[in-house]
Antibody, heavy 121, light 110 residues
Framework: EVQLVESGGGLVQPGRSLRLSCAAS????????MHWVRQAPGKGLEWVSG????????GYADSVKGRFTISRDNAKNSLYLQMNSLRAEDTALYYC??????????????WGQGTLVTVSS | EIVLTQSPGTLSLSPGERATLSCRAS???????LAWYQQKPGQAPRLLIY???SRATGIPDRFSGSGSGTDFTLTISRLEPEDFAVYYC???????????FGQGTKLEIK
């Protein structure tokens, strides 16, 4: 059974940093691209960032480019999102999502339950 | 960047009825790289349809997708109580990756 378990969310002041983690199990992690998708309270879905199976292809939404960094550790079956210079508008539930492909097509066949990030003073 | 517009914003129907949800793209979606997701309150989204018309693993056959180019439709043939949720369409497959979700259609019980 595919499982994606996010962690690392919490309350953080504007301008500070936070690192999210996603622990994956139930599939061959290093065969697939992985992504972060967020959902602000009461709002729709927004793709944040994606990374290919070998970290050779990485993409970011314009809204986070230059502030967020995605990475993965295939030996640990884990995905990460380093979030710097956080803003109030980054407040959201952050989902880890598995791609159908090894390259970031942004087609997500499995999702975690999310970790909540709240940016507020 | 492709913009996806879903209609209606809210659809009120009764169990057993047929639901038709629309997703219109601002420009043609290549190779029908169009997906539909269902999201229930407090839950993560679930992939229903990809490639405009292919059902994902485990999705009941009352869900069907159709369309090409700029106009796509998700049809639920006979609504079950568990089908009332928010539905999102999404264009995928861009290189580099881009975010393109529609704003969602809320399917509520009448």
């Amino acid at each position: 059974e595919v499982q994606l378990v996010e962690s690392g969310g919490g309350l953080v002041q504007p301008g500070r940093s936070l690192r999210l983690s996603c622990a994956a199990s139930g599939f061959t992690f290093d065969d697939y691209a992985m992504h972060w998708v967020r959902q602000a309270p009461g709002k729709g879905l927004e793709w944040v960032s994606g990374i290919s199976w070998n970290s050779g292809s990485i993409g970011y939404a314009d809204s986070v480019k230059g502030r967020f960094t995605i990475s993965r550790d295939n030996a640990k079956n884990s995905l990460y999102l380093q979030m710097n210079s956080l803003r109030a508008e980054d407040t959201a539930l952050y989902y880890c999502a598995k791609d159908l492909s090894g390259y970031p097509t942004t087609l997500f066949d499995y999702w975690g339950q999310g970790t909540l990030v709240t940016v507020s003073s | 960047e492709i913009v996806l517009t879903q209609s209606p914003g809210t659809l009120s129907l009764s169990p057993g009825e047929r639901a038709t949800l629309s997703c219109r793209a601002s420009q043609s979606v290549s190779s029908s790289y169009l997906a539909w997701y269902q999201q229930k309150p407090g839950q993560a989204p679930r992939l229903l349809i990809y490639g405009a018309s292919s059902r994902a693993t485990g999705i009941p056959d009352r869900f069907s997708g159709s369309g090409s180019g700029t106009d796509f439709t998700l049809t639920i043939s006979r609504l079950e109580p568990e089908d009332f949720a928010v539905y999102y369409c999404q264009q995928y497959g861009s290189s580099p990756p881009r975010n393109t979700f529609g704003q969602g259609t809320k399917l509520e019980i009448k």
